[in-house]
């Protein structure tokens, strides 16, 4: 991987909680995307009152999204604030989200699928897209569980120790099929990814 491309990992990606949006800081190229910022959640240790009307505002349900889901990198984006502008003295809360048809409150209970590799941006939200036509995510393999595989797919994303190491493979971590000998996912005889730099090589040509 590039300069670019390493640090676009190291920083992390943004995606926003609320709701069922879409919004993520890898695809600021879309026009729904314009002028959109993200504003960290406010943490239960510091803002309890402040973070659970934050929750109860993204009108997801309960057991998918509490004060125990909010973490250091949980945010939400500047569109679901009055104006769009994100939070303001007026009104530092974001709107309510009062409508949620079965689909969309189905869509975030089973959770959003993010491939970890490299700088892949394969995602269960935009199946749409050309690329992600017969792709699927395979469930990273865990460190309690297959240490040894594990370590060998995370040296295979390329990506920076302190980034992404077998302390961040959780239980949604997950790698998707594109990164497998013949894009079809792992095989009996190619069990791993395609390490980082030859996947690069091979997809340019």
Same mark, same amino acid.
């Not at 295979?156 to 790698?175: H, P, S």
């Given at each position: 991987?590039d300069?670019?491309?390493?640090?676009?990992?190291?920083e992390?990606v943004?995606?926003?909680?609320y709701?069922?949006?879409?919004s993520d800081?890898?695809?600021r190229?879309?026009d729904?995307?314009k002028?959109?910022?993200f504003?960290?959640?406010?943490?239960?240790?510091?803002q309890?009152?402040?973070?659970e009307?934050?929750?109860?505002?993204c009108?997801r349900?309960?057991e998918d999204?509490?004060?125990?889901?909010?973490?250091?990198?949980?945010?939400?984006?500047s569109k679901?604030?009055?104006?769009?502008k994100?939070?303001?003295?007026?009104? *530092?809360? /974001?709107? &309510?989200a009062?409508?949620?048809?079965?689909?969309?409150?189905?869509? +975030?209970?089973? #959770?959003v699928?993010?491939?970890?590799?490299?700088t892949?941006?394969?995602?269960?939200?935009?199946?749409?897209?050309?690329?992600?036509?017969d792709v699927f995510?395979? *469930?990273? /393999?865990k &460190?309690?569980t297959?240490?040894?595989?594990?370590?060998?797919?995370? +040296?295979?994303c #390329?990506?920076?120790?302190?980034?992404?190491?077998?302390d961040k493979?959780?239980?949604?971590?997950?790698?998707?099929s594109?990164h497998?000998?013949?894009?079809?996912? *792992?095989?009996?005889?190619?069990?791993?990814?395609?390490?980082?730099?030859l996947?690069?090589?091979?997809?340019?040509?």
């Amino acid at each position: 991987m590039d300069a670019v491309q390493v640090k676009h990992k190291s920083e992390g990606v943004k995606h926003c909680c609320y709701g069922t949006c879409n919004s993520d800081t890898r695809y600021r190229h879309r026009d729904d995307m314009k002028d959109v910022f993200f504003i960290p959640f406010p943490k239960p240790i510091t803002q309890r009152e402040k973070c659970e009307r934050w929750i109860k505002a993204c009108g997801r349900l309960k057991e998918d999204f509490n004060v125990d889901k909010i973490k250091r990198y949980t945010y939400m984006c500047s569109k679901h604030f009055v104006g769009g502008k994100g939070p303001t003295d007026i009104h *530092p809360d /974001p709107m &309510p989200a009062l409508l949620h048809n079965d689909e969309q409150v189905k869509h +975030k209970s089973e #959770g959003v699928k993010h491939c970890c590799y490299g700088t892949c941006n394969s995602d269960t939200r935009y199946r749409h897209r050309g690329d992600m036509k017969d792709v699927f995510f395979i *469930p990273f /393999p865990k &460190p309690i569980t297959q240490r040894e595989k594990c370590e060998r797919w995370i +040296k295979a994303c #390329g990506r920076l120790q302190e980034d992404f190491n077998v302390d961040k493979i959780k239980r949604y971590t997950y790698m998707c099929s594109k990164h497998f000998v013949g894009g079809k996912g *792992p095989t009996d005889i190619h069990p791993d990814p395609m390490p980082a730099l030859l996947h690069k090589f091979m997809t340019n040509r």
